[in-house]
């Protein structure tokens, strides 16, 4: 499934208009539909008291998208010092603000303690020590290794760089209260696009088993459980979306019975980026060159600068040439940008309705991880961002890259170190 039927219905009519007000690429999110799914998530989890979901800044980190988040009481999930910046602008503050790092250095640190702190998020054992102020609060990331086989995007937790070991559990939580903390949570991740639920319903059980164990061992309540991000979304029109429910449902029975047997149970947060926007927002590109050789290319005026996915991952977006709908007559096309790297094609071998010079492509899914990801190799810059509100009109919400753009960095004070 492809974006929204009704994204689709609000956008499509506009956006020849769109293009010629703004000129192409674009990527645009639509703020309906955001808000929406914020919306179900909460409903989804109402049952477990404390529920509240951090957004991973990383996938779509955009101020205004971020108001949003804000506006929906949700947390931001950082993972660098920009990341805390932006969130503390957006108006997060203290404990709205998880700062899950990895490899982390000193400046990090006190960024994340800065303006009145943030939920830390340790990833190592090691950093313990490290940690210049420490706080009363403070969460490990778990690394489940042999116990759990990771999927396909984030791979096999073993090989995974991230969070402490099983064998490291019990000591680290010892470790931090030696170091003073007194409130405690306990995260992981360890999944990335994943719509089967039963995954995260097993990372759920997993963590309130890890709780429960050191509780008994070192007298920790844990105060929240983050099961981080990772719930996947149906890129293709055959894919079957995650069952949201169903899920809730489950995770829900698992704290329900924790308090039972505990008489307490922890909250529950969630870090969820993809899932939040990943389906609201599309990247509208212009074809302006058409070539036959052993295969046809459509080229278009975008190319893997504003989206990473499918040249890094191989990953499958959908695409859709506006004022084109019917299918019944296709041609067999590779779109292509105009990165020398090969890889730099948003579809390979795609049956599409024909395409002329000019025609507007819209690729979808681009709300998470695609912007974001995007670089500058080869003088390709990134393109602009537009919100469409939910009121029909278009919003600039991130400019394009120019030129000057590029060339800032090379700016500067001459600084020679004189040889010996
Ligand atoms: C990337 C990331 C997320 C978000 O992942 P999604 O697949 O977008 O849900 C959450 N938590 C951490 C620690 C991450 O690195």
């Given at each position: 499934m492809p974006i929204s039927q009704s994204f689709q219905d609000r ?18 999110y639509d703020e309906a539909g955001i808000r929406a799914t914020g919306e179900e998530l909460k409903k989804a989890f109402s049952g477990i008291e404390g529920f509240r979901e951090y957004y991973a800044?990383?996938a779509l980190?955009?101020?205004?998208i971020l108001e949003l988040m804000q506006e929906l009481d949700f947390g931001f999930d ?113 999944a990335?696009n994943e719509r089967d639920y039963s995954?995260i319903v097993?990372?759920a ?21 983050n099961i981080g991000g990772g719930l996947g979304i149906p890129y293709?029109?055959?894919d079957s979306p995650l069952d949201l429910d169903a899920m809730a449902k489950e995770i829900t029975e698992?704290f ?11 909250r529950m947060y969630m870090e969820s980026g993809r899932w939040i926007t990943g389906p609201h927002g ?82 979808h899914d681009?709300g998470a ?18 919100l469409l509100r939910t ?30």
């Open positions: 956008l499509f009519p506009i956006t020849d208009d769109i293009a010629k007000h703004y000129g192409t690429p674009f990527h645009i800044v990383k980190p955009n101020p205004r950082c993972s660098s010092i920009p990341e805390l910046i932006m969130s503390r602008d957006a108006g997060g503050s203290g404990e709205d603000i998880m700062f899950t790092s990895n490899n982390t250095t000193e400046d990090e640190f006190l960024a994340a303690a800065a303006e009145g702190g943030s939920i830390l998020n340790l990833d190592d054992i090691s950093l313990i020590a490290k940690v210049p102020v420490f706080p009363e609060l403070v969460c490990f990331r778990y690394n489940p290794g042999p116990r759990r086989t990771g999927n396909i995007i984030i791979g096999n937790p073993v090989e995974a760089k991230y969070g402490i070991s099983h064998e490291q559990v019990i000591s680290a939580y010892k470790m931090a209260m030696e170091r003073g903390a007194k409130r405690f949570g306990l995260h992981t991740m360890v990335s995954y097993e990372t059980r997993m963590l309130l088993q890890i709780s429960a164990m050191v509780e008994d061992e070192l007298g920790i309540r844990f105060e929240f459980l293709k029109p055959e698992l329900n019975d924790f308090k039972s047997e505990h008489g307490y149970a922890p599309a990247l509208v590109t212009r074809a302006i060159n058409h070539k036959s050789i052993y295969r046809q290319y459509v080229g278009v005026d975008a190319c893997m600068s504003s989206l990473m996915r499918p040249a890094l991952y191989d990953a499958y977006h959908h695409v859709d040439v506006i004022g084109k709908s019917d299918r019944t007559k296709s041609e067999t096309y590779d779109i292509a940008g105009s990165l020398c790297e090969n890889n730099d094609k948003f579809a390979v071998q795609r049956d599409l309705p024909p395409i002329h010079e000019g025609d507007l492509l819209v690729i681009t991880h695609g912007h974001a990801m995007g670089f500058q190799y080869n003088g390709r810059l990134r393109p602009k961002e537009l009121d029909g009109s278009v919003e600039l919400i991130r400019r394009a890259e120019t030129n000057e753009d590029y060339f800032q960095t090379l700016s500067f004070e001459e600084n020679v170190l004189p040889a010996k």
